[in-house]
């Protein structure tokens, strides 16, 4: 067996692929006029009914998923589960520009 160190291997190929993907993510909207989520507003359950946009516009939970729908939202997905659809952060590997990550307004 060899003597490489896999662990070692395995964290380099992970942080190459964090750098590469936030390189991917600062070009991918760079033009394209879509809005960027900046923060949330939470219930006391902790669920996300509210969004802020870098514009300054604060949107409530089902605004967020029509216009999140109509392509206007940068960095998330709508995805239907359980009976209904859910705004989701795009997975792109970086945890702190995760939805439940962002600061509260």
């Known amino acids: 067996m060899s003597s490489k160190n896999f662990e070692e291997i395995y964290e380099q190929y992970k942080q190459q692929g ?10 991918r909207y760079q033009n394209d006029g879509k809005e960027e989520i900046i923060a949330v507003r939470k219930n006391d359950d902790g669920d996300i009914i509210a969004i802020k946009t870098k514009q300054g516009r604060e949107l409530d939970y089902v605004t967020a998923l029509e216009e999140a729908k109509a392509g206007k939202l940068a960095h998330v997905d709508v995805f239907h589960k359980y009976g209904r659809d859910i705004l989701r952060s795009e997975p792109d590997g970086i945890k702190e520009n995760n939805l439940d990550e962002l600061p509260q307004f």
């Open 18 to 27: 964090t750098e590469n993907s936030i390189l991917e993510n600062e070009n």
